[in-house]
């Protein structure tokens, strides 16, 4: 069974101190990289290849680093422990009622803004909604990631795959969100099931609404309310994700300086997060060049009707676990053709909404692990991978028959 504790002090006091031992995770990270540098080295992947991934995941490694940041000097400064005591008001001492509301605010975050923001930003809210509540933290942080990945399909902007579908069969918006929307509800569905089965009902009924949160520092607070609001605001607007979590991160780190100086620790950047994605592309970059396209193809088939839409789905959803959903994703791309519009949305359903089974299944996937770790909470990747195995499937079967209902 999984387990899961929270500090004491996890709702408010900021990071849990840096460990001293290496985790799964931290283990997995370093042989990704090891994989990806010997493929260099043996020049299975060219030194141009090399820099030219190195050059499409320099914005994403800056994200990573500077959102997380901004999401740990918030946590310090209690934004999220307030944003908490609210939420656990609003439900009024009832399970249901608290299971409902994370639910609610976890897909319209998706939905709206993206899973990664999901993932970096909601993920301390609900952290910090356990604790005050003191309920079980695990139903909340679970809720969290797979409503990050099972509630991005409705807009372009809930999910980076999503962007690169619409602009592959000229959706605008409008579109997009009318071929979505149906698959969408029915996999919010199956994920809402799954949740409440598998970690919600054996929450007690009734819990003890939390006091209200007397902050430390207002200025800090303030500060990092603003740079959190700004960062949304950017992430609406459009704007490269990169810039605005810099920006906002930098923001946050002045204020820092000037009237909390301790906090700043070099341990705040995610070293760990980011040797792990540089040998996650690097990797994939070397299965690429060994036939990871070959394979797709043959999996996915160039069937349009329905057999290939499912085909296409469960392509999408196995590859995703095994490697990362965004190169499941294009691998699958590149081997549809064109005026496949269905089969591309079945592939898409499939890499957005399955991957709830390894911890790199995707980016959000590995931005939640790394939260909850710096919250001081232990998730059981055992239980993690099989009861993700059973919700990623129920998902996929529901999006993927919504959307051949709506052909």
């Given at each position: 069974?999984?387990?899961?504790?929270?500090?004491?002090?996890?709702?408010?006091?900021?990071?849990?101190?840096?460990?001293?031992?290496?985790?799964?995770?931290?283990?997995?990270?370093?042989?990704?990289?090891?994989?990806?540098?010997l493929?260099?080295?043996?020049?299975?992947?060219?030194?141009?290849?090399?820099?030219?991934?190195?050059?499409?995941?320099?914005?994403?490694?800056?994200?990573?680093?500077?959102?997380?940041?901004?999401?740990?000097?918030?946590?310090?400064?209690?934004?999220?422990?307030v944003?908490?005591?609210?939420?656990?008001?609003?439900?009024?001492?009832?399970?249901?009622?608290?299971?409902?509301?994370?639910?609610?605010?976890?897909?319209?975050?998706?939905?709206?803004?993206?899973?990664?923001?999901?993932?970096?930003?909601?993920?301390?809210?609900?952290?910090?909604?356990?604790?005050?509540?003191?309920?079980?933290?695990?139903?909340?942080?679970?809720?969290?990631?797979?409503?990050?990945?099972?509630?991005?399909?409705?807009?372009?902007?809930?999910?980076?795959?999503?962007?690169?579908?619409?602009?592959?069969?000229?959706?605008?918006?409008?579109?997009?969100?009318?071929?979505?929307?149906?698959?969408?509800?029915?996999?919010?569905?199956?994920?809402?099931?799954c949740?409440?089965?598998f970690?919600?009902?054996?929450?007690?009924?009734?819990?003890?609404?939390?006091a209200?949160v007397?902050?430390?520092?207002?200025?800090?607070?303030?500060?990092?309310?603003?740079?959190?609001?700004?960062?949304?605001?950017?992430?609406?607007?459009?704007?490269?994700?990169?810039l605005?979590?810099?920006?906002?991160?930098?923001?946050?780190?002045?204020?820092?300086a000037?009237?909390?100086?301790?906090?700043?620790?070099?341990?705040?950047?995610?070293?760990?997060?980011?040797?792990?994605?540089?040998?996650l592309?690097?990797?994939?970059?070397?299965?690429?060049?060994?036939?990871?396209?070959?394979?797709?193809?043959?999996?996915?088939?160039?069937?349009?009707?329905?057999?290939?839409?499912?085909?296409?789905?469960?392509?999408?959803?196995?590859?995703?676990?095994?490697?990362?959903?965004?190169?499941?994703?294009?691998?699958?791309?590149?081997?549809?053709?064109?005026?496949?519009?269905?089969?591309?949305?079945?592939?898409?359903?499939?890499?957005?909404?399955?991957?709830?089974?390894?911890?790199?299944?995707?980016?959000?996937?590995?931005?939640?692990?790394?939260?909850?770790?710096?919250?001081g909470?232990?998730?059981?990747?055992?239980r993690?991978?099989?009861?993700?195995?059973?919700?990623?499937?129920?998902?996929?079967?529901a999006?993927?028959?919504?959307?051949l209902?709506?052909?």
């Open positions: 069974m999984a387990q899961a504790t929270v500090p004491a002090d996890a709702a408010g006091a900021g990071p849990a101190r840096a460990r001293t031992r290496f985790s799964g995770l931290d283990l997995l990270a370093f042989a990704l990289l090891g994989t990806g540098l493929a260099v080295a043996t020049r299975l992947v060219p030194p141009a290849g090399a820099l030219a991934t190195g050059r499409r995941i320099l914005p994403i490694l800056i994200f990573l680093g500077t959102v997380i940041v901004l999401a740990e000097l918030a946590a310090r400064a209690q934004l999220f422990d944003i908490a005591t609210r939420l656990t008001g609003w439900a009024r001492g009832r399970n249901v009622a608290l299971f409902a509301l994370c639910f609610a605010f976890a897909a319209a975050t998706t939905a709206l803004l993206n899973l990664d923001t999901t993932a970096v930003l909601l993920t301390p809210v609900m952290l910090a909604t356990a604790a005050r509540a003191g309920v079980p933290p695990l139903p909340l942080a679970m809720t969290t990631i797979w409503l990050a990945n099972g509630a991005s399909l409705l807009l372009p902007v809930s999910n980076l795959t999503n962007l690169l579908a619409a602009d592959r069969i000229g959706l605008s918006v409008d579109g997009f969100a009318g071929a979505m929307v149906l698959p969408q509800a029915a996999v919010l569905v199956a994920v809402g099931l949740l409440w089965i970690y919600w009902r054996g929450n007690p009924a009734r819990f003890a609404p939390p209200p007397r902050p430390r520092d207002r200025r800090l607070l303030l500060v990092a309310a603003a740079a959190c609001v700004v960062f949304l605001a950017g992430v609406l607007w459009g704007e490269r994700l990169d605005v979590s810099a920006v906002c991160a930098l923001l946050l780190v002045v204020a820092y000037r009237w909390d100086r301790a906090a700043l620790r070099w341990n705040l950047l995610p070293w760990r997060l980011l040797v792990l994605v540089t040998g592309f690097l990797t994939v970059e070397a299965l690429g060049r060994l036939g990871l396209a070959d394979l797709m193809g043959a999996m996915i088939g160039a069937d349009p009707g329905a057999v290939g839409v499912v085909r296409a789905a469960a392509s999408g959803g196995l590859l995703a676990n095994v490697v990362n959903n965004l190169p499941a994703y294009v691998a699958g791309e590149a081997v549809i053709a064109a005026g496949h519009r269905d089969q591309l949305l079945g592939l898409l359903i499939g890499a957005n909404v399955a991957p709830l089974v390894t911890a790199w299944a995707s980016l959000a996937t590995l931005l939640w692990a790394q939260r909850c770790q710096a919250a909470v232990r998730v059981g990747w055992g993690f991978a099989l009861t993700g195995a059973v919700t990623g499937a129920a998902a996929l079967t999006g993927t028959a919504a959307l209902l709506t052909r």
